[in-house]
């Protein structure tokens, strides 16, 4: 199993003799603790990774141990909480400078880590971290290619099992087994089924309101493989769409290509959410988008970087972003589209070709 230590600390302007990633209890398990490490099994909960330049270990719980050791990582079992602590403090002794992700470290590991190491300074590196994840490695794009192409072939079957009078959460239902049956761990995250009104709720999670003749269906899902995912949304509509309903759609549908257009290593992200914002508020959609363009994808949903007005980032060949402008109107309901792509020299991979056509189920 790859690791990521060399990577990360060519990845780093903060000087440290180790990085420490603690974990705490589900959910609060750094995703970085399985992007450095790669493991793909276990929870791995209180346990410890120590990154050095050229190496890697892992303090585990019995619990974890076999998930650890199979991965092909150094690992170290400890019985209770005094013998971690007594190994983390024997394997940092002598260093001046640790690292740790304080983004996703609770306060109570935060003083476990600063009691067991005593006087040594803690760095806060959740930048450089960030910034490893930010580019995509080879072994990672392989993994989450696999889960757009789990995801894709899944979205192509929705039509086939939403009909007029399905609940959301049993259209919700049948796409996870579909994505898992296509060999996916399981969702992303939990996949989003919107009917109707509700459309127009960005992070709706389904319910039992059935879908009717004349309403939107939104549907925001992705597979989880290997550790790695992926993140779709595509707007359907049961039976035929009124005027405003089919402009709505043109609109971001038009919306996503200028924002996939203007893509390519270089740009910036407060450009490319622009000229996505731009098609919208132009039409009488005006004021409707709002949230940013797009984000981060990798061990996480929400990884490193944004498509967005408030953050000036530059892409880079390897970055693996959403593309997911979107608009809603309360009551009446909401549209988005959404892809996954990878960055390159000059312009986008689109990940998950999933049909854009403005689909009746």
């Given at each position: 199993m790859a690791t990521k230590e060399r990577w990360i600390f060519s990845s780093m302007k903060i000087e440290v003799d180790?990085?420490?990633?603690?974990?705490?209890?589900?959910?609060?398990?750094?995703?970085?603790?399985?992007?450095?490490?790669?493991?793909?099994?276990?929870?791995?909960?209180?346990?410890?990774?120590?990154?050095?330049?050229?190496?890697?270990?892992?303090?585990?719980?019995?619990?974890?141990e076999l998930s650890s050791r199979e991965a092909g990582i150094r690992t170290t079992v400890f019985d209770n909480d005094k013998h971690r602590t007594e190994l983390l403090a024997r394997r940092l002794k002598g260093m001046d400078r640790i690292g740790i992700n304080a983004h996703d470290l609770t306060l109570s590991n935060y003083r476990y880590i600063k009691k067991a190491v005593k006087k040594t300074k803690l760095v806060d590196v959740t930048s450089d971290m960030e910034n490893a994840r930010l580019i995509k490695q080879p072994d990672e794009v392989k993994k989450i290619q696999k889960a757009c192409d789990i995801a894709t072939k899944a979205?192509?079957?929705?039509?086939?099992?939403?009909?007029?009078?399905?609940?959301?959460?049993?259209?919700?239902?049948?796409?996870?087994?579909?994505?898992?049956?296509?060999?996916?761990?399981?969702?992303?995250?939990?996949?989003?089924?919107?009917?109707?009104?509700?459309s127009a709720e960005p992070h709706y999670m389904p319910m039992q309101r059935r879908l009717k003749k004349g309403q939107f269906a939104l549907f925001d899902y992705g597979a989880e493989y290997?550790?790695?995912?992926?993140?779709?949304?595509?707007?359907?509509?049961?039976?035929?769409?009124?005027?405003?309903?089919?402009?709505?759609?043109?609109?971001?549908?038009?919306?996503?290509?200028?924002?996939?257009?203007?893509?390519?290593?270089g740009a910036h992200g407060k450009d490319v959410d622009a000229s996505a914002r731009t098609v919208i508020d132009k039409s009488r959609f005006k004021g409707r988008f709002i949230h940013s363009t797009g984000h981060g994808l990798g061990v996480s949903v929400h990884d490193p970087?944004?498509?967005?007005?408030?953050?000036?980032?530059?892409?880079?060949?390897?970055?693996?972003?959403?593309?997911?402008?979107?608009?809603?109107?309360?009551?009446?309901?909401?549209?988005?589209?959404?892809?996954?792509?990878?960055?390159?020299?000059?312009?986008?991979?689109?990940?998950?070709?999933?049909?854009?056509?403005?689909?009746?189920?």
């Open positions: 180790a990085v420490v990633i603690m974990n705490g209890v589900e959910p609060n398990v750094d995703r970085s603790f399985f992007y450095a490490t790669g493991i793909p099994n276990g929870l791995f909960e209180g346990c410890i990774a120590i990154i050095e330049p050229r190496r890697m270990e892992v303090l585990s719980s019995n619990l974890e979205g192509k079957e929705i039509p086939e099992f939403v009909k007029e009078g399905e609940a959301e959460t049993s259209a919700a239902a049948e796409l996870n087994y579909r994505m898992m049956k296509l060999g996916a761990t399981g969702p992303s995250f939990v996949t989003a089924v919107a009917f109707g009104a509700k290997g550790r790695y995912v992926s993140d779709i949304t595509r707007t359907f509509i049961c039976g035929s769409p009124n005027a405003k309903q089919k402009e709505m759609y043109d609109v971001v549908a038009e919306a996503q290509q200028a924002a996939l257009d203007s893509i390519h290593a970087g944004s498509i967005s007005a408030s953050r000036d980032m530059v892409l880079k060949e390897g970055m693996v972003l959403t593309v997911e402008p979107g608009t809603y109107i309360k009551g009446f309901g909401g549209v988005r589209i959404e892809d996954d792509i990878i960055v390159t020299k000059n312009g986008c991979k689109i990940l998950t070709p999933l049909t854009k056509e403005f689909v009746r189920v």
